[in-house]
């Protein structure tokens, strides 16, 4: 059948038809850009409050991190799906839980990490985290495993690294513990939380000098840094140096109570506790710690601060009260060899044993490894616990014990070495065993002066004193009186030992050698 001349059957699309058509497509067009302008809107927000977030939470105190969280909280009105921002989110109240005690923070940590977990971030903050959380629970060889199987999937963050350093020292392992921190101080010394971190670690040891040392360069990141600068005037105090700097931090704190948290206002509390037992006022001490203690009672600096006034005291209740500190803080050295020491001071040797005994037993299990591929017992190698034992043996009277530990300490060739030699020269020396400390104090304490130790100086002149060698032994005491003076012994102190000299050069008839004596030694006294 033909169709010339017929019709197309299909209605032709009338011209309104096709403007309504291209009309829908523009709709469409402009919808998807305006889709795709407010997502990338959105999407710039949210890159500008977590860059935000991450500033604040990096300047480290607790008003800085509240502010983070503020900028947190504007993300996920955008977006609460941001599974990083979850992450730190469980980082930042973890750090006001775990560091700052701040009440509620850690039901909120455990809520954002809960949250980053079921979105699968992979931010070191969610790892660092759960970590932590895990050692708050008493898991460390746990956490320690979390940590390993991470880094052999290849997961690499300071974060990480200060969470390890966490979990050696929780077990024990001390060195390693501080090989960690300083990794992730270095990897991260933008961030003063880590170099606290790794002064705390080192001020737990009984490391005063590199502490202060951490604390500084915290302090250098962020001049306002709280725990940082009331970390770094504790131990100042503990050393006794630049009290009056420690006595303005505590000051600049106290003005600005209301703001702190509570970790901050007790070591505030530990800080005046110190400060009052350098000025000799024991009573005022433990007011202090006991107000610190009524703000976190765990914490170990208050802790240790009220046992070692009670010790000033010379209080019966001091060895609990150093006993209750190590609870708190079982692989931190400090209180054990320090708290040995005050109470051998008050008179308490048997709770001065008992304390250095309980390091013992927390400490012998802990295998590290030698330079050369070894496990061995990290005791052996812990001369700074050797020479503390050997005091307090010897004070004891318990000499030939004494010289085991002091040998034992030798052995261990620790930063402590020379004070060892020195301990063990002193006893052989009190025993006349004139050729045996003479070994020793002429390694410690040689004629070119070039020694450090006053006391091993000192040492030497009684023993060459004690064999009539009268100028050699005066050059000794010089050595020793300059060492002193230079450690900042008071005036008087150093004239009441030039005085002593000179008396005992009487006694054995050598008048010209006396004269002389005070003649040369006069100008240290001005």
Same mark, same amino acid.
């Given at each position: 059948?033909?169709?010339?001349?017929?019709?197309?059957?299909?209605?032709?699309?009338?011209?309104?038809?096709?403007?309504?058509?291209?009309?829908?497509?523009?709709?469409?067009?402009?919808?998807?850009?305006?889709?795709?302008?407010?997502?990338?809107?959105?999407?710039?927000?949210?890159?500008?409050?977590?860059?935000?977030?991450?500033?604040?939470?990096?300047?480290?105190?607790?008003?800085?991190?509240?502010?983070?969280?503020?900028?947190?909280?504007?993300?996920?009105?955008?977006?609460?799906?941001?599974?990083?921002?979850?992450?730190?989110?469980?980082?930042?109240?973890?750090?006001?839980?775990?560091?700052?005690?701040?009440?509620?923070?850690?039901?909120?940590?455990?809520?954002?990490?809960?949250?980053?977990?079921?979105?699968?971030?992979?931010?070191?903050?969610?790892?660092?985290?759960?970590?932590?959380?895990?050692?708050?629970?008493?898991?460390?060889?746990?956490?320690?495993?979390?940590?390993?199987?991470?880094?052999?999937?290849?997961?690499?963050?300071?974060?990480?690294? !200060? %969470?390890?350093?966490? *979990? =050696?020292?929780?077990?024990? +392992?001390?060195?390693? $513990?501080?090989? @960690?921190? /300083? &990794? #992730?101080?270095?990897?991260?010394?933008?961030?003063?939380?880590?170099?606290?971190?790794?002064?705390?670690?080192?001020?737990?040891?009984?490391?005063?000098?590199?502490?202060?040392?951490?604390?500084?360069?915290?302090?250098?990141?962020?001049?306002?840094?709280?725990?940082?600068?009331?970390?770094?005037?504790?131990?100042?105090?503990?050393?006794?140096?630049?009290?009056?700097?420690?006595?303005?931090?505590?000051?600049?704190?106290?003005?600005?109570?209301?703001?702190?948290?509570?970790?901050?206002?007790?070591?505030?509390?530990?800080?005046?506790?110190?400060?009052?037992?350098?000025?000799?006022?024991?009573?005022?001490?433990? !007011? %202090?710690?006991?107000? *610190? =203690?009524?703000?976190?009672? +765990?914490?170990?600096? $208050?802790?240790? @601060?009220? /046992? &070692? #006034?009670?010790?000033?005291?010379?209080?019966?209740?001091?060895?609990?009260?150093?006993?209750?500190?190590?609870?708190?803080?079982?692989?931190?050295?400090?209180?054990?060899?320090?708290?040995?020491?005050?109470?051998?001071?008050?008179?308490?040797?048997?709770?001065?044993?008992?304390?250095?005994?309980?390091?013992?037993?927390?400490?012998?299990?802990?295998?590290?490894?030698?330079?050369?591929?070894?496990?061995?017992?990290?005791?052996?190698?812990?001369?700074?616990?050797?020479?503390?034992?050997?005091?307090?043996?010897?004070?004891?009277?318990?000499?030939?014990?004494?010289?085991?530990?002091?040998?034992?300490?030798?052995?261990?060739?620790?930063?402590?070495?020379?004070?060892?030699?020195?301990?063990?020269?002193?006893?052989?020396? @009190?025993?006349?065993?004139?050729?045996?400390?003479?070994?020793?104090?002429?390694?410690?304490?040689?004629?070119?002066?070039?020694?450090?130790?006053?006391?091993?100086?000192?040492?030497?002149?009684?023993?060459?004193?004690?064999?009539?060698?009268?100028?050699?032994?005066?050059?000794?005491?010089?050595?020793?009186?300059?060492?002193?003076?230079?450690?900042?012994?008071?005036?008087?102190?150093?004239?009441?030992?030039?005085?002593?000299?000179?008396?005992?050069?009487?006694?054995?008839?050598?008048?010209?050698?006396?004269?002389?004596?005070?003649?040369?030694?006069?100008?240290?006294?001005?």
């Amino acid at each position: 059948m033909g169709t010339e001349g017929r019709r197309d059957w299909k209605p032709r699309e009338s011209f309104a038809s096709a403007l309504m058509q291209v009309g829908a497509v523009a709709l469409l067009l402009v919808g998807a850009v305006a889709y795709f302008v407010h997502r990338g809107g959105i999407r710039k927000e949210t890159e500008e409050h977590m860059r935000a977030a991450r500033a604040a939470a990096q300047r480290g105190n607790p008003a800085d991190l509240a502010q983070a969280m503020k900028e947190l909280e504007a993300l996920f009105q955008l977006n609460d799906k941001a599974r990083d921002a979850q992450a730190l989110a469980a980082d930042i109240q973890t750090v006001l839980w775990l560091e700052h005690h701040q009440p509620g923070a850690d039901a909120k940590a455990r809520e954002y990490l809960s949250r980053a977990e079921e979105q699968d971030s992979r931010s070191g903050e969610r790892f660092g985290a759960r970590a932590l959380h895990l050692l708050a629970e008493g898991k460390a060889p746990e956490a320690e495993k979390y940590l390993e199987d991470l880094k052999t999937q290849g997961a690499s963050s300071p974060k990480l690294t !200060l %969470a390890l350093g966490m *979990a =050696l020292q929780a077990r024990g +392992d001390l060195p390693g $513990a501080r090989q @960690a921190f /300083a &990794r #992730a101080a270095e990897a991260a010394y933008r961030d003063p939380r880590f170099t606290t971190a790794q002064g705390e670690a080192l001020l737990d040891e009984g490391q005063y000098g590199p502490a202060m040392e951490a604390f500084a360069k915290a302090t250098t990141v962020n001049p306002d840094h709280l725990l940082a600068r009331v970390s770094l005037a504790l131990a100042q105090a503990y050393q006794g140096r630049k009290l009056e700097e420690a006595q303005k931090t505590l000051a600049d704190l106290q003005a600005h109570d209301a703001g702190l948290t509570p970790m901050v206002k007790s070591r505030a509390g530990a800080l005046k506790a110190e400060l009052a037992l350098a000025r000799g006022a024991a009573d005022e001490a433990v !007011l %202090a710690a006991d107000e *610190a =203690l009524k703000i976190t009672p +765990d914490d170990h600096y $208050a802790l240790f @601060a009220r /046992a &070692r #006034a009670l010790a000033v005291k010379k209080a019966p209740e001091a060895r609990a009260a150093f006993e209750a500190a190590v609870a708190k803080r079982r692989n931190a050295p400090l209180l054990y060899l320090d708290g040995a020491r005050a109470l051998q001071g008050a008179g308490d040797g048997t709770g001065a044993l008992a304390l250095l005994d309980a390091y013992e037993a927390t400490f012998k299990p802990v295998q590290v490894n030698t330079a050369d591929g070894k496990r061995v017992s990290l005791l052996e190698q812990d001369g700074r616990y050797w020479l503390a034992r050997g005091g307090v043996l010897e004070a004891a009277s318990r000499q030939d014990e004494a010289l085991t530990a002091y040998d034992k300490a030798i052995t261990a060739r620790g930063v402590g070495l020379a004070r060892a030699q020195y301990a063990k020269g002193a006893l052989l020396l @009190a025993r006349k065993d004139y050729a045996g400390a003479k070994v020793l104090l002429t390694t410690v304490a040689p004629d070119t002066g070039a020694g450090t130790l006053a006391e091993a100086y000192v040492a030497m002149g009684d023993l060459l004193f004690a064999q009539s060698e009268y100028a050699a032994g005066c050059q000794h005491y010089y050595f020793g009186l300059v060492r002193a003076r230079a450690q900042g012994t008071p005036r008087e102190e150093l004239s009441a030992r030039i005085d002593g000299i000179k008396k005992n050069l009487e006694s054995a008839g050598q008048g010209a050698m006396a004269k002389a004596w005070v003649t040369e030694t006069g100008a240290l006294l001005q």
